[in-house]
């Protein structure tokens, strides 16, 4: 898997955008990017990925570059909920199933101030 | 409801003990992973297993063991050897085919006296 590098940490006014970058410029053609956020002592949990278009769901927009070295991951109205560590992964997807190490870096440290 | 269940949420032992924590899910996902997490620090891959009776190390698989008899279950024993197994631990599970994402349990904490 390609390594990630992420800033350890952010703050962001609550209901302004929080916009929390990740490099992953060893990225080969066939990784997808994810997000995952870890509020305090609790499981990762699941926000959105992509491979090359820009995602959007109901958490989060996803924008990835267009040589896919870099992404953003985009909290259009930060709540003091969003307060978390955000992790950035890449990870293949293989076709024909097969193993999956998936891997973590630090991540990003947003917290969100009133 | 669907989901996985890291078990007990808390757990204490003694310095030399063996101790085997607890991880279930019914998503009916091939992949379980396990992740250790020290204060402040990323989480780190210890084992994972794709299918039922095979698994791989992870990154820091010295001093642990998991089995894979079922499906639903993937077991870490945290044996003596691990030098330093205070730690928050992780188990996830996602569908081996697919491309999802991972789903966590809520962890548990251990901590060795």
């Known amino acids: 898997d390609a390594k990630t590098t992420q800033p350890p940490s952010m703050d962001c006014a609550e209901g302004r955008a929080a916009n929390l970058p990740c490099n992953h410029s060893?990225?080969?053609?066939?990784?997808?990017v994810y997000w995952y956020r870890q509020i305090h002592s609790q499981g990762p949990q699941y926000i959105i990925h992509g491979l090359k278009n820009n995602e959007t769901n109901e958490m989060a927009s996803l924008i990835i570059t267009e040589d896919r070295k870099s992404s953003t991951l985009i909290l259009p109205h930060a709540t003091l909920r969003d307060t978390a560590v955000y992790y950035c992964i890449v990870r293949v997807y293989p076709l024909s199933g097969g193993y999956q190490k998936v891997t973590f870096g630090t991540g990003t440290k947003l917290q969100v101030i009133p | 409801d669907g989901g996985i269940t890291q078990s007990p949420k808390y757990l204490f032992r003694k310095e030399g003990q063996n101790v085997t924590l607890s991880c279930e899910q019914n998503l009916n996902h091939d992949a379980m992973y396990w992740y250790r997490q020290d204060p402040g620090q990323g989480l780190r891959l210890i084992y994972y297993s794709q299918i039922v009776n095979d698994f791989q190390k992870g990154d820091i698989a010295e001093g642990y063991s998991v089995s894979r008899e079922k499906k639903e279950s993937f077991p870490l024993t945290v044996t003596s050897a691990q030098k330093n197994p205070t730690a928050f631990y992780l188990c996830a599970s996602r569908d081996g085919l697919m491309n999802t994402e991972a789903f966590f349990g809520q962890g548990t904490r251990l901590t060795v006296v």
């Open positions: 060893t990225i080969s053609g066939n990784e997808y």
